[in-house]
């Protein structure tokens, strides 16, 4: 009798020891195993991302969240990469139910808030791409804030789902 319940606490033991072990890993394992972000101050760049394009496609779209929660706001002035001839920052309005896209010299990220860039709104303008975004594959983008300076993000090529759903004027723009 001694020998079985010696065992059933060793079996009670080495279960326990396994619970802690899988709960520790699971804590230091990200909830999104695809979710990267990167800092520059008080700045937080999170999960910049392109969808795939054609091989054909000359253009192509870079979406991301800026936030600076904690600091006392900034401006992104501009964006760089060695994957497209140029990128500009653009906007996409609705104007009498025809998407358009424009140009603009800089987006506010204001203090305490998240500025986010998405398809059918704010986005980098990937124009003149040097190559096909295939997806699982990554290129870097450099972007550029009135204050904080320069950052280099990893952009991840991979499909947009949050809003796929909502009838994306962008799609159109490629």
């Given at each position: 009798m001694v020998m079985g319940?010696?065992?059933?606490?060793?079996?009670?033991?080495?279960?326990?020891?396994?619970?802690?072990?899988s709960s520790a890993w699971l804590m230091s394992t990200p909830m999104n195993a695809n979710a990267h972000e990167f800092?520059?101050?008080?700045?937080?760049?999170?999960?910049?991302?392109?969808?795939?394009t054609?091989?054909?496609a000359k253009n192509g779209a870079v979406f991301f969240t800026i936030s600076d929660f904690d600091g006392p706001g900034d401006r992104l002035v501009s964006a760089s990469t060695p994957q497209a001839a140029r990128?500009?920052?653009h906007k996409t309005s609705i104007v009498n139910d025809v998407a358009r896209m424009e140009k603009v010299d800089g987006v506010a990220i204001p203090a305490g808030d998240a500025v986010?860039?998405?398809?059918?709104?704010?986005?980098?303008?990937?124009?003149?791409?040097?190559?096909?975004?295939?997806?699982?594959d990554s290129f870097p983008l450099?972007?550029?804030?009135?204050?904080?300076?320069?950052?280099?993000?990893?952009?991840?090529?991979?499909?947009?789902?949050?809003?796929d759903e909502e009838g994306d004027a962008h799609k159109g723009h490629h």
């Open positions: 319940r010696e065992r059933s606490i060793w079996w009670v033991a080495v279960l326990g020891l396994m619970a802690l072990v800092s520059l101050g008080t700045l937080k760049i999170d999960h910049p991302m392109a969808r795939p054609a091989p054909v990128t500009e920052i986010v860039f998405e398809p059918g709104g704010l986005h980098i303008m990937l124009m003149g791409l040097k190559g096909q975004l295939v997806e699982g450099t972007l550029e804030f009135e204050n904080a300076g320069t950052v280099e993000v990893d952009v991840k090529v991979e499909q947009y789902h949050a809003h």
